[in-house]
């Protein structure tokens, strides 16, 4: 059961630094940040990094949300 919750928090804690990247990347790009996680998740993918692929898989959504949210506030 320990072994379970250690899991849940790494978890969240991997979702919260999606968040806070999604959040970075959108500030510092603009209009360009889904590009620029596109070229993120590239080179996960040549460096045979799955799990760092599918972060940027995950940060993705969250800038496709933000960017959502921006547009229905303009």
């Known amino acids: 059961m320990r072994n379970l919750v250690e899991r849940v928090r790494g978890i969240r804690a991997y979702v919260k630094n999606a968040k806070k990247a999604a959040d970075e990347i959108v500030d510092q790009y603009g209009e360009r940040a889904m590009t620029r996680v596109g070229e993120l998740e590239d ?32």
């Open 43 to 74: 080179q996960a993918l040549s460096k045979k990094g799955i799990l760092e692929f599918f972060y940027w898989k995950l940060v993705r959504e969250y800038v496709r949300d933000i960017e959502k949210a921006r547009q229905k506030n303009s």
